[in-house]
């Protein structure tokens, strides 16, 4: 007689079946877009607490908002909810995400390192370049892979034929028929 469960994966956790759909899937918390997301969070996390810690305090919405989108994307993607949702552009998406972030984090770390001279300000400045440099390196990542995208995309439906104004256009324009006449 053969044990109930024996010729399962003994890696798989017991519980609640629905349980295992709440948890992340290994495979993306392994790939290369999953440690940028969860550096992302992670960075945006310490940045945001500086910025409490700080006088800086002004900028304390960039790193909350960018946390939360960060934790949202690393979400949608380990529970591969971008699979289902075929509506959103999710490369897309993640690729403008990510430049803006970029942008608002180099703009924002240097007015905290050069306005502010308390060191939580400073020390939020600095992890903001790093993550300005971590959202540079995702963005050029995101935008291979959205140009692979698009690339399948254009090579699967195959060129249509070109038309030119000429074959929708009548033998005689307006003029020749109003002289022919």
């Given at each position: 007689?053969?044990?109930?469960?024996?010729?399962?994966?003994?890696?798989?956790?017991?519980?609640?079946?629905?349980?295992?759909?709440?948890?992340?899937?290994?495979e993306f918390?392994?790939?290369?877009?999953?440690?940028?997301?969860?550096?992302?969070?992670?960075?945006?996390?310490?940045?945001?607490?500086?910025?409490?810690?700080?006088?800086?305090?002004?900028?304390?919405?960039?790193?909350?908002?960018?946390?939360?989108?960060?934790?949202?994307?690393?979400?949608?993607?380990?529970?591969?909810?971008?699979?289902?949702?075929?509506?959103?552009?999710?490369?897309?998406?993640?690729?403008?995400c990510g430049?803006?972030?970029?942008?608002?984090?180099?703009?924002?770390?240097?007015?905290?390192?050069?306005?502010?001279?308390?060191?939580?300000?400073?020390?939020?400045?600095?992890?903001?370049?790093?993550?300005?440099?971590?959202?540079?390196?995702?963005?050029?990542?995101?935008?291979?892979?959205?140009?692979?995208f698009l690339?399948?995309?254009?090579?699967?439906?195959?060129?249509?034929?070109?038309?030119?104004?000429?074959?929708?256009?009548?033998?005689?324009?307006?003029?020749?028929?109003?002289?022919?006449?």
């Open positions: 007689m053969e044990r109930p469960g024996a010729g399962e994966d003994p890696d798989r956790a017991e519980g609640p079946p629905g349980a295992s759909l709440l948890l992340p899937v290994k918390l392994r790939s290369r877009k999953g440690m940028f997301l969860l550096a992302q969070a992670v960075l945006s996390f310490i940045i945001f607490i500086c910025y409490i810690a700080s006088k800086a305090a002004a900028f304390l919405m960039v790193p909350l908002l960018t946390f939360l989108l960060a934790l949202f994307f690393f979400f949608v993607n380990s529970l591969k909810l971008n699979e289902r949702f075929k509506g959103i552009y999710w490369l897309l998406a993640d690729f403008i430049i803006i972030a970029a942008i608002i984090y180099f703009a924002i770390s240097i007015a905290a390192v050069s306005k502010y001279s308390d060191t939580a300000s400073k020390a939020a400045g600095v992890f903001g370049f790093i993550a300005t440099i971590v959202y540079c390196v995702y963005v050029y990542f995101a935008f291979n892979d959205l140009v692979t690339k399948q995309g254009e090579s699967s439906e195959g060129p249509e034929p070109h038309k030119s104004t000429e074959d929708d256009s009548d033998s005689y324009s307006d003029s020749d028929r109003s002289t022919t006449h």
